[in-house]
Every structure is written in structure tokens, then in C-alpha cells.
């Protein structure tokens, strides 16, 4: 169970749960926003185990301190102490793309960006309608090279993704990959905004006000709306925690790269 829930999650943010002597409960694998009840008995009483979830389960700890108690909470705070060493909100983002102590490369950008809103366009095969506007036949020896150096450059950086966790992969793509968002949240997010629509803690409490009608809102953007509409800070608890996975995707990514240019084609084939 730990393992298919570091698969979603990732492993900073997944461990195994420890029962403490005191009469505190205690999930028996600790993860953002769900908690956790594995048996392993011959004959399992379903119900008792879910009114034993039921019963231990609470809201997780978006405010970080002493007394944010056990759980991911503390987690979260180890992770900020070791890469993100800001005093406050406002210096935790210091410039677009740059999370606490942690900036990505130009290389890293350009690569990153070409790959989640570009790749896809430079690697299908092109009509010839398209190719007459371009004034480039499809299947001209220009096109044919420059799609073949479009598909091994997305193939390289494909496979420096794959080996990230699935958290930083998602991170990243929701960081780079441009889309539209409601200008509320975007205005109350700014570069933020995609990753943290992504944060598994986010999605489970988008699930937990569907789930307690607190909310109609089909889609975790959505819902993002209508939180900013009544209140143009209710997303300020949720920034911490995207700066802090977008700075361990980045340098996990930076780390698989290597140094070197980036490998995107130039415009010039």
C-alpha cells in the first residue's frame, strides 16, 4: 500500500505509519489528505475497519508549526527546512520560475516548455495544407530532418522524465504546460497556479467538499474559483506546499539532465 501510494503522492510525502503509546491513533500509512487502514486478517470486519478509519481520520494540517501535530504536516516542515530557507510568503517565490533557493536553468526551461506545449506539434506529421502555408512541403528532406531531431529531443527528455517520481513529473507539467485559468485564481496564484491545482492535497479537498456538498464545482479549477471569489486569500495555506514540491521537481529534473545546452531544436532546423 505504501508503495502504491508514493507512486501518486511520492515518497517524500508517504510513510509508513508508527503507533505511538499514547492512546492517539495512528494511520497505518501516513499520506496527504486520506487515511489509512491496511489488515491483513483471515476474516476482516469491513465496517469496524472503516468506523476505525472514520474515527481517526481529520483534516489535515495545512498550517505549519509546533502545533500542527503528527502526520504529513511535519513532513512538509522538514522538507521546506532543508531547500526552502524564507522567512515569509512573500519571499517564497522571489521571481517567476524561481522557488526559494531553487531557480531551474535556462536550459531546463526552455526544454521543459518546448515539451508540454510544442513536442507534440513538431513531431506529427504535418498536412499538406499546413505544409503549403509554411511554404515547406511535409515531405521534403527539411521536414523529414527536422521532425526526426524533434522526435529523439522529445524522446531524450521524455526519458529524463520517467526517471522522476510520478509527484515531480506532474509537478513540472503542471508548471510548464500553458493553459488558460480563471483570472481570480491566476491573480491570487500567479506562476503557482498549475501546481497547485496538481497538489494531491488540493484534489482530495476538492473530493471532501463534494462529498460534504460543500461545493458543486466538477472540476478542481473550478472549485479553486469559487474559494478565491469568497475570499481572495483562501488560497494563501496552499502555497508553502507548492513551492516546496515545485523546487524538489525542478532540482530532481536538473539532477537527471545533467549539465549541457538544452536539447530542444533550434528554430533554424
Not at 151 to 172: C, E, G, Q
Request: net charge positive; with cysteine; proline share 7%.
Amino acid at each position: 500500500m505504501r508503495r502504491r501510494l508514493e507512486e501518486v503522492f511520492g515518497k517524500t510525502f508517504v510513510r509508513r505509519g508508527v503507533r505511538p503509546r499514547s492512546a492517539q491513533a495512528a494511520a497505518d500509512v501516513v499520506a496527504p489528505g486520506v487515511w489509512v487502514e491496511c489488515k491483513a486478517q483471515r476474516r476482516t470486519n469491513l465496517r469496524a475497519a472503516l468506523r476505525q478509519a472514520a474515527g481517526g481520520a481529520r483534516p489535515p494540517p495545512l498550517r505549519r508549526g509546533r502545533g500542527g501535530g503528527p502526520g504529513w504536516g511535519r513532513e512538509i516542515e522538514r522538507v521546506e527546512r532543508r531547500w526552502t530557507p524564507f522567512s515569509g510568503e512573500v519571499s517564497m517565490v522571489h521571481s517567476p520560475f524561481r522557488f526559494g533557493d531553487v531557480s531551474p536553468s535556462r536550459a531546463a526551461r526552455h526544454e521543459l516548455r518546448w515539451f508540454f506545449n510544442e513536442a507534440l506539434k513538431e513531431v506529427d506529421l504535418p498536412s499538406n495544407f499546413v505544409g503549403l502555408l509554411s511554404g515547406v512541403s511535409p515531405g521534403s528532406l527539411a521536414a523529414v530532418e527536422r521532425r526526426a531531431e524533434a522526435i529523439h529531443s522529445a524522446r531524450k527528455i521524455r526519458d529524463r522524465l520517467a526517471t522522476l517520481s510520478t509527484l515531480d513529473a506532474i509537478m513540472l507539467q503542471a508548471l510548464y504546460e500553458e493553459r488558460p485559468w480563471p483570472p481570480r485564481v491566476e491573480g491570487a496564484l500567479g506562476v503557482l497556479t498549475g501546481p497547485v491545482a496538481a497538489l494531491p492535497i488540493v484534489k482530495a479537498e476538492h473530493l471532501r467538499a463534494l462529498l460534504g456538498a460543500r461545493s458543486r464545482a466538477q472540476t478542481v479549477t473550478a472549485w479553486l474559483d469559487e474559494l478565491v471569489a469568497a475570499d481572495r486569500h483562501a488560497l494563501a495555506l496552499w502555497r508553502p506546499e507548492a513551492v516546496i514540491a515545485c523546487a524538489m521537481a525542478v532540482t530532481a529534473y536538473e539532477r537527471a539532465r545533467g549539465k549541457g545546452g538544452s536539447v530542444v531544436p533550434s528554430e533554424g532546423g
